[in-house]
């Protein structure tokens, strides 16, 4: 299918749900522009353990509000094609995918101040549409006119284990226990927060992925795209 057409696609969904990597393949699969909006916090959660402003778990946060607006995040492709994520013109992909990152991310992620300035960055990047950027607030805060909205959930045993195969992978010693742990943790805390809490837009589509195959779930997802498109 070609066309001229371009849309707004938000995905969102709990941690561990595969959002990332069924947003990448549909960007790429439409020709799209991949936005990885967990990774802007990440990059932020980075940032502050590296300039020592979390210590013994507990954030500096009038610190890293004076400096919010001076971190610049943006997504180059690599020599594959796949997008990585930059912070003031590093490229930090390789530090962002840690537990521990992950887990000060949902952290900062709470925070007003934190979301306000990546969802500027964020709608930055929509203006000329043609994107799907996957998150927990794309389709309700980010970009609630997004032409298209998906929501993503798996049982947390299934996610927990998918991302314990992912660390396994990388070298990671964690066990199962305390990714599902922090899995169950994560999603309370997203769900529960303040600012910008995890929840299904009114006009999401939801799509329960324990057990698709990546082929089912992407030519579910593109079937999606094409009633969007026909929409218009």
């Known amino acids: 299918m070609t066309t001229n057409k371009k849309i707004i696609i938000a995905i969102d969904g709990h941690s561990s749900c595969g959002k990332s990597t069924m947003a990448k393949a549909l960007a790429a699969k439409i020709g799209y522009t991949y936005i990885d909006s967990g990774a802007m916090y990440r990059a932020v959660s980075f940032f502050c353990l590296r300039e020592g402003l979390i210590v013994d778990g507990k954030l500096n946060e009038p610190a890293l509000q004076k400096q919010i607006q001076n971190l610049h995040i943006h997504f180059f492709p690599n020599e594959k094609g796949e997008p990585n994520t930059f912070l003031n013109g590093e490229n930090i992909e390789a530090h962002i995918r840690t537990l521990s990152v992950a887990n000060e991310a949902s952290k900062v992620s709470t ?13 930055e990047m929509g203006k000329g549409k043609g994107i799907v950027m996957d998150g927990r607030d794309i389709g309700t805060v980010v970009f609630p006119q997004a032409e298209l909205k998906i929501f993503v959930t798996a049982s947390a045993e299934v996610r927990a284990n998918r991302r314990f195969l992912e660390l396994q992978a990388k070298g990671d010693n964690t066990t199962f226990g305390s990714v599902l742990a922090n899995v169950k943790e994560r999603d309370d805390r997203d769900q529960n927060r303040a600012e910008s809490p995890l929840k299904k837009a009114d006009d999401a589509i939801e799509l329960d992925n324990s057990y698709l195959t990546p082929d ?17």
């Open 111 to 123: 925070l007003r101040f934190v979301r306000e300035e990546m969802v500027r960055q964020q709608q």
């Open 216 to 232: 089912e779930q992407m030519q579910w997802l593109f079937v999606q795209y094409e009633q969007a498109i026909n929409r218009l």
